[in-house]
C-alpha cells in the first residue's frame, strides 16, 4: 500500500524560493515515474515536472530554468526545488507516482503554494 505525504508549502514573496518534498510510505522499485502537478484557482490541472527511474527529467515551458525536480529513489521520494516564484506559480501541488508501465498512479494530498508581495 503506498501513501504519499507533501510537505514544503507555503507562502512567499516574488523571486522568493520554497522547496517541495513528497514521501511515499511503502514500497515502490524504481517508480516507473515521479512527477509533480499544479491546479490553480480556476484553471486546469497542468504537468509541472517528472523524473523517470533513471532521473531523466522534463518540465513545463512556464517553470523551465527556475524549478528542478530530483528524485531519491532509496528513500522514494520526489522534491521540487523552486527558485524566483512568481505570482502565477500559485497553486496547489500534488505530486504523483506512477509505479510502473502499467499505471496505477498514486496522488499526494496536494500542498498550497501562494507567491505574493
Known amino acids: 500500500q503506498v501513501q504519499l505525504v507533501e510537505s514544503g508549502g507555503g507562502l512567499v514573496q516574488p523571486g522568493g524560493s520554497l522547496r517541495l518534498s513528497c514521501a511515499a510510505s511503502?514500497?515502490?522499485?524504481?517508480?516507473?515515474?515521479m512527477g509533480w502537478y499544479r491546479q490553480a484557482p480556476g484553471k486546469q490541472r497542468e504537468l509541472v515536472a517528472t523524473?523517470?527511474?533513471?532521473?531523466?527529467?522534463n518540465y513545463a515551458d512556464s517553470v523551465k530554468g527556475r524549478f528542478t525536480i530530483s528524485r531519491d529513489n532509496a528513500k522514494n521520494t520526489v522534491y521540487l526545488q523552486m527558485n524566483t516564484l512568481k505570482p502565477e506559480d500559485t497553486a496547489v501541488y500534488y505530486c504523483?507516482?506512477?509505479?510502473?508501465?502499467?499505471?496505477?498512479?498514486?496522488w499526494g494530498q496536494g500542498t498550497q503554494v501562494t507567491v505574493s508581495s
Open positions: 504523483v507516482v506512477r509505479p510502473s508501465l502499467i499505471g496505477g498512479d498514486y
Open positions: 523524473a523517470t527511474a533513471d532521473l531523466t527529467t
Open positions: 511503502g514500497v515502490i522499485f524504481s517508480a516507473y515515474i
